[in-house]
């Protein structure tokens, strides 16, 4: 039997959606051990004055399974 337990992380990146989870994946998984999946529940951007867009904001729940 496992046990999982879930976690919330948020990420940004100057690139897009996808490398700020691909970000908040790797950081997650220097301090988390078997990380098995993750969830976007939120994204969000943030313009700047000329109305070009700064960066990409994701919020994850991240799950992880616990050992024995």
Known sequence: ?????????IATSPKSFDDAVRKGIKRATKTLKN?????VSDHSVRVNKKGEIDEYKVRMKVTFVLKD
């Open 1 to 9: 039997m496992s046990i999982a337990k879930v976690t919330e992380i």
């Open 35 to 39: 990380v098995r999946g993750a969830w």
